[in-house]
């Protein structure tokens, strides 16, 4: 197969800082203007920000090997590295904007290098569409993509066809066995039974494994835990999973609105705060990645806690819903330490025992993020992810490489785990139809 030169975004490199060694036996451009914006972000406490620092030392690694501007071997088996600055070509492209420059290092190194294929990596997809209109061959860097597009995101959910005789028998009482010939299921996967002859006549049941009789899945949790009530289905899946002990990873996945934060938040206070000898968590962890849409954290005035405050308003305003208003109740378990909420920023480090943590806006979290997060939980801890792979305001990850799609997928084949995918809206009739026209 000939060598290609491919040319490096900024985004590839703020996204893997061990892109450069991920193309084979070909030769990597690096952008002197890659270079300058990688820069700009190595003071940010996220794993943007890691991965600037991180790819800065590489390249000074290399440096001891050679010139960056001659090139300089990655490895055995590996191709060359080069830095190369841009020369204009043409007046069409505005230099003042950084897209641009890559765009002619790579437009220059097709000019110069006929024989090979040049090709510009970047997770940009405005960058790869403008590659494409001046005749540059693109794609983009696919890293932690567990599924090829959301449509085959697992949902913890499935409907299956049986005889009647079947569903009788477990409302009955009888226990029920399923054949892996039959049905492929995932552990605690939740099913929906269905008569082959009468398809209104249904029975909801989770099922462990192939060893394991079906557990029925009845209207114990619609009385609710802390006031919330379950309103659908999936709904009831999930606080069935929430307040189950032997499951210490929960992923919880929905449009906005459809009650994954209420309802992780609502069984983690009652486990927490109705605390017995039969519970083991003695306080609830309550997180979100500091992800703006704007300026950083550091723009905004104030104490670190008046800088958190716009990011971890929304998980204020579910405990005050929870709590009935009550601001003084809510203001006390925060003093006893009973409730804890911070910025995910300050969490990562630590190591948490006996508590019940939930990562909200999960989604924006990169694979490595939420690696590092959930290798440090605790004994006896639980951790439930929520988040909406919709709505991702990270430019680094998308809906199929995202922190909180690749926990879902990775842990799905495992008995500790669990997972559901909230498709109803309940927060108002308003949001439903929002989060389905807009």
């Keep these: 197969m000939a060598k290609k030169t491919y040319v490096l975004d900024t985004s590839v490199c703020l996204t893997d ?68 600055n841009c020369n204009p070509l043409s007046k069409d492209l505005d230099m003042s904007v950084a897209d641009n420059e890559i765009i002619t290092v790579a437009l220059e190194e097709k000019i110069n290098n006929t024989k090979r294929k040049v090709v510009v990596v970047s997770r940009d ?46 409302y009955s009482g009888v226990q029920i066995y399923l054949d892996k010939d039959d049905i492929s299921l995932r552990p605690n996967e939740f099913l929906m039974l269905v008569s082959s002859a009468n398809e209104k006549k249904t029975a909801l049941a989770r099922f462990y494994n192939y060893s394991k009789p079906l ?137 948490i025992a006996n508590a019940f943590i939930i990562i909200d806006e999960a989604q924006n979290l990169s694979a490595h993020e939420l690696k590092t997060i959930i290798t440090r939980v605790g004994e006896n801890t639980k951790i439930v992810l929520t988040g909406d792979i919709e709505q991702i305001d990270n430019i680094y990850v998308d809906e199929t490489s995202n922190g909180l799609t690749y926990a879902i997928e990775k842990f799905k084949s495992y008995e500790i785990t669990g997972h559901i995918a909230l498709i109803k809206g309940e927060r108002s009739n308003v949001a439903t139809l929002a989060s389905k026209i807009l």
């Excluded at 794993?47 to 090139?71: M, P, W, Y």
């Excluded at 061959?137 to 890293?143: G, I, K, Q, V």
């Excluded at 697992?154 to 005789?165: A, K, P």
């Design 125 to 170: 997809i405005n960058m790869r569409v403008k590659c494409d209109a001046l005749g540059l061959l693109t794609e983009d860097y696919l890293l932690n993509q567990v599924v090829k597009d959301t449509t085959r995101l697992y949902t913890g959910f499935r409907t299956h066809l049986v005889d009647e005789e079947i569903i009788d028998q477990f």
């Design 215 to 351: 557990k029925r899945i009845n209207g114990e949790n619609k009385k609710g835990v802390w006031g919330v009530r379950p309103r659908n289905k999936e709904q009831n899946f999930a606080l069935d999973l929430l307040l189950d002990p032997e499951i210490p990873i929960i992923t919880l996945v929905g449009k906005a609105g459809s009650g994954k934060t209420l309802l992780a938040l609502a069984a983690g206070l009652t486990q927490v705060v109705e605390s017995n000898a039969e519970t083991k968590y003695r306080h609830l962890v309550v997180s979100r990645p500091i992800q703006p849409m704007g300026k950083d954290i550091g723009y905004l005035p104030g104490t670190m806690e008046e800088k958190m405050a716009p990011w971890l308003a929304p998980i204020q305003d579910n405990l005050k819903y929870l709590m009935g208003n009550d601001k003084e109740t809510l203001q006390m378990y925060v003093a006893q330490g009973t409730i804890e909420i911070e910025a995910l920023t300050y969490i990562r480090g630590r190591s």
């Design 17 to 84: 800082a061990n892109s450069i060694v991920s193309f084979g036996n070909n030769d990597i451009i690096i952008p002197f203007k890659v270079l300058e914006e990688i820069d700009k972000h190595k003071k940010r406490q996220d794993s943007v920000g890691l991965n600037a620092r991180n790819i800065i030392r590489k390249f000074d690694s290399l440096r001891e090997e050679g010139s960056l501007k001659e090139g300089i071997r990655l490895g055995r088996g590996k191709g060359l590295i080069f830095v190369k």
